[in-house]
């Protein structure tokens, strides 16, 4: 099993920022994708960002110009850096990891546990 390691979330005013982290175990095989989801009460968890082992990446439009994800191959941790938050960014955001955890085995999702992210004034 992968347990995903996720810190940053908590509280901010309109107009803050917040910075995530996932850190995966380094004795994975291989990462095609990390990403982050989100879900807020009463409603899908969807996509928020999500980057590349070759860094190239896709956002959803809700998020376009005020989020940013990178990645850190070193340290299979990936980031993701939130500014400009509105309150309809509540939610709690879940990190995301494609990959195979040895030579023989497919490529499959893990989940981190989700961190609260709440924007409110």
């Known amino acids: 099993q992968v347990q995903l390691v996720e810190s940053g979330g908590g509280l901010v005013q309109p107009g803050g920022s917040l910075r995530l982290s996932c850190a995966a175990p380094?004795?994975?095989?291989?990462?095609?994708?990390m990403g982050w989801y989100r879900q807020a009460p009463g409603k899908q968890r969807e996509l928020v960002a999500i980057i590349t082992k070759n860094g190239n990446t896709n956002y959803a439009d809700s998020v376009k110009g005020r989020f940013t994800i990178s990645r850190d191959n070193a340290k299979n941790t990936a980031y993701l850096q939130m500014n400009s938050l509105k309150p309809e960014d509540t939610a709690v955001y879940y990190c995301n990891l494609n990959g195979r955890l040895s030579f023989i085995a497919n490529a499959r999702d893990y989940w981190g546990q989700g961190t609260q992210v709440t924007v409110s004034s």
């Open positions: 380094k004795n994975i095989f291989s990462i095609n994708t």
